[in-house]
């Protein structure tokens, strides 16, 4: 698989919705498709489970850690670039900040 269509398969896997379990209760986690930098506030979009919505995989909080920092890197952060090792900062921070955003979120909704 050449690395175009690679970054084409993570892209549409980062269209996904993910059931993200936390102390609090369940949160489903999406992609929101308009987002243009993943560095941005406007990345994630939070709401409750359905009952009837069907999902193959419940992700404890701290394990979806690891898949938010592909998900930042599959969405890219648009024409913004700092450089290797400062870019590597930002998404971390970035994922870091969103699992406390999942995790407020689901500590107010519940």
């Not at 896997?13 to 489903?28: E, I, M, P, S």
């Amino acid at each position: 698989m050449e690395w175009h269509e690679e970054l084409t398969a993570l892209a549409e896997k980062a269209q996904d919705k993910f059931l993200v379990k936390t102390d609090y209760g369940d949160v489903v986690v999406r992609i929101n498709p308009e987002c243009a930098n993943a560095l941005e506030g406007d990345l994630l979009l939070l709401e409750a489970p359905d009952a009837q919505e069907e999902f193959s995989m419940e992700t404890p909080l701290r394990a979806f850690g690891a898949k938010m920092v592909d998900i930042i890197r599959s969405v890219g952060t648009g024409g913004f670039d700092p450089g290797g090792t400062m870019l590597e900062m930002m998404i971390k921070e970035k994922a870091a900040s969103d699992l406390n955003r999942i995790e407020r979120w689901a500590r107010a909704n519940h």
